[in-house]
């Protein structure tokens, strides 16, 4: 404990965990096993050992290692770029003249911009060790394709990196990184796969979607010798990497005394939320301490609050195991006026899990709310913050306010999880009041989940 | 003295610098004053007040205060993005099997993506202060222009900034920034300014010049009621902001007690490596220390180790006063394939009067190598890296395979100023093979040199 809290709180090296927390060990209830497509039954560790390495499938399975040590070399590079910092919000209470005490734990500052990273340079480790020649992914808005590049750039694998077409012509710099981390980055739908080929037949002017990059991206890691696909959010694995956010932030909040009421964070497929609250909710799991934890989603793709928890799809190509989770349906596609990412139509399994036994609540917000926020936060406290992290600001400011109606003093921890440098064309949309909502119907979105597999 | 040394060297917000260093006050001979153009005589209090604000101004003459007091509200400001962390290349040497140590100072932490905002958010204090309400600026590459609307947002000032045409074209993001933090930015040479105009009439599809964008910032600060003109280099000021960065590296080396060989870094109007150097110049002008001291420039635009060390005007439109300096003439202009900022055509009065006197060297490196030891950078260190650090890296690099070579132990810091999101055009650039490199001849240098105003 300590009575002098500075803006940044940085952890030494000392104090990095060296043990990525599982929080499945905690759980009474585990989250349901991915299913076989064709036969409907769990998946079995060979199956899955063709699509993902033999560690991270090992990892997937692990419902009751609590504590998963963190091998060197990925420390070493987390070193690179972690501990991340916890900022005291100063800027910002004093702008809103609330009495909460507001926390970010900050994960953009390093050159992939996002939490990303956390968990590709954990997923490309395991591919070299087990000698594999590279990996293949997709990337829609990018984030995820950027930090995997420069994760196989460190180790010297190879990456094909699918990425929607539209993305790949939009978002020209993110190719760009991508390739100068030594990525081959190809626009989807390619003329490299089945699938592929399939499609640009089918429909010569298609721009792609992030379904059919999946779909290409599991074949191509199929069919090439030497090679596994790998996602950066939904997984298990990827939610076990991303509790390294969680645990710095608890290490630093424990150092000063400080438990916080309520932990916010935006929530697509889930990896950030997952990693943030990983160690908090053990805590709360194991009664050991209670917090409000909120996700936060876009009003455009709002899985947790206006979907339904059932097996699904992964993918739109029906390709992929089903997961149970709360899903809009596969084929669901958020309106083409939302910007950034978090257009995931289903949600972690351990994060449908955990909000269906009423642990963590959700709430969803329009995008011209969230790019108010965003600016507001720019200004105040100095970082331009990644549309996606927005999300949590907006939610951050608004329970900051019912404080100062309220006169509460409750300590807010929210996750920024990157910046918004190559959002600008989103944010110049917004500078320029050409931002509009679009909020699903709900006959859109019991169309797309009449589709779901009976299971 | 600690025998641990981390990765990354962060100070308490207690080891924080209160004060910025002055150079000056420990040099024997004073850089040269600035000349009024018109009468060639030192420029007064009174005309430079007219341009600048009232205490930059005072910090612009004071050649014999050692340490200005930093004000609170600067520090609390640097409090959001500062300290910087002093980072060990450990993998950068693992790469080149150097016995060298290498450390960098990373500026690139906050959302301009670089050191400017050091300066800029002094500045903007000062115009607050003042009571203005606002400020001009001219900006070419962009970091100057981002930086500064930053902290002109953060005080709510005015914040015009011209921005060079074909930039203004080709950077939409950059402009976005700017426009995010609430600044005007007017595309130059623009119908706001009599210049503006007068270029537009005779040269109607002028793409712009850095020196016409400066003599429409400074017109335009001249003309309105409470408007001052702000630059981000070059002057002596500048360089006194930017002793921060020196600063913070001496405590952090000195806490571990490491004495460095060799500080490197670019050099384009100085601000960065004057900052940097600055209180381990101190020492080597009081005799305490010395230091090996190596500017970077690019080949394309040659100042120090090719320019002239004469009166000559800051800026090509020939409306700004005379400095001291080594210049390549106020007409010159480094060629349309030069990427990137460092294309100032002169250098800081005080880093000339240091060279000239033998305290610093210079190198000038050609931009295919400045990308390739870019690109080698970022993928082992994680960072991509401005075109204009990478300068530093090259030499750093060169310095370190020499070390490798003659077994040499060496100890070498430098300068990592920024990051590369928005210069991801040059990257493609280099990653296509479609980047050349352009070294200025002698005739080119001799024509625009034989333009400097007779003093």
Redesign the interface.
Same mark, same amino acid.
Request: net charge positive; no cysteine.
């Given at each position: 404990m300590n009575d002098k809290i500075?803006?940044?709180i940085?952890l030494?090296?000392d104090e990095m965990p060296k043990n990525w927390y599982n929080v499945r060990a905690d759980m009474k209830e585990k989250p349901a096993p991915l299913l076989n497509p064709a036969t409907k039954e769990p998946m079995t560790r060979e199956e899955l050992s063709q699509v993902f390495c033999e560690e991270l499938v090992n990892q997937e399975l692990d419902n009751d290692t609590r504590y998963i040590e963190i091998p060197k070399e990925i420390r070493d #590079?987390y070193?690179?770029?972690r501990p991340s910092p916890l900022v005291r919000a100063y #800027?910002l209470e004093k702008e809103l003249q609330t009495p909460a005490k507001i926390y970010y734990k900050f994960e953009g500052?390093?050159?992939s $911009?996002s939490h990303k990273l956390n968990s590709a340079i954990a997923q490309a480790y395991y591919a070299k060790k087990q000698g594999l020649k590279g990996v293949t992914t997709e990337t829609g808005a990018g984030q995820w394709g950027t930090a995997l590049s420069?994760a196989t750039?460190?180790f010297g694998l190879d990456c094909k990196v699918f990425m929607v077409k539209c993305s790949y012509e939009q978002k020209? #710099?993110r190719r760009?990184?991508m390739?100068?981390? $030594?990525a081959e980055v190809i626009p989807s739908p390619s003329m490299e796969t089945n699938i592929g080929r399939q499609i640009n037949k089918e429909l010569p002017n298609s721009t792609g979607s992030l379904g059919c990059a999946i779909s290409e991206a599991v074949e191509a890691a199929v069919t090439n010798e030497g090679y596994r696909y790998v996602l950066g959010s939904v997984l298990n694995q990827v939610l076990l990497h991303q509790s390294i956010i969680g645990q710095e932030t608890k290490i630093a909040l424990d150092k000063y005394g400080i438990k916080p009421d309520m932990i916010i964070g935006c929530a697509g497929g889930g990896s950030n939320l997952g990693g943030l609250i990983a160690p908090f909710m053990g805590e709360k799991l194991r009664g050991e301490n209670d917090y409000e934890i909120i996700a936060v989603e876009p009003a455009s793709c709002p899985s947790l609050t206006r979907g339904k928890y059932v097996y699904d799809f992964c993918d739109t190509g029906c390709i992929c195991p089903l997961a149970k989770m709360y899903t809009l349906g596969s084929k669901f596609m958020p309106s083409a006026n939302h910007a950034g990412g978090l257009r995931y139509h289903g949600m972690s399994t351990i994060l449908s899990e955990l909000y269906d036994k009423g642990l963590i609540k959700a709430v969803s917000v329009e995008q011209t709310k969230v790019f108010e926020a965003a600016?507001l936060f720019?200004?105040?406290? $100095?970082?331009?913050p990644a549309p996606e992290s927005s999300h949590a600001i907006r939610t951050t400011i608004d329970e900051a306010l019912k404080c100062k109606e309220n006169n509460e003093e409750k300590t807010i921890v929210f996750g920024l999880t990157g910046?918004g440098? #190559?959002d600008?064309v989103a944010?110049?949309k917004f500078?320029d009041g050409e931002m509009s909502d679009y909020i699903p119907t709900d006959e859109d979105i019991q169309k797309t989940l009449a589709m779901c597999p009976k299971v």
């Open positions: 500075p803006y940044k940085y030494s090296e #590079f070193n690179m770029y #800027f500052n390093n050159t $911009g420069m750039g460190y020209p #710099f760009e990184v390739r100068t981390y $030594g600016k720019a200004r105040v406290e $100095g970082i331009l910046t440098y #190559f600008l944010y110049q500078n």
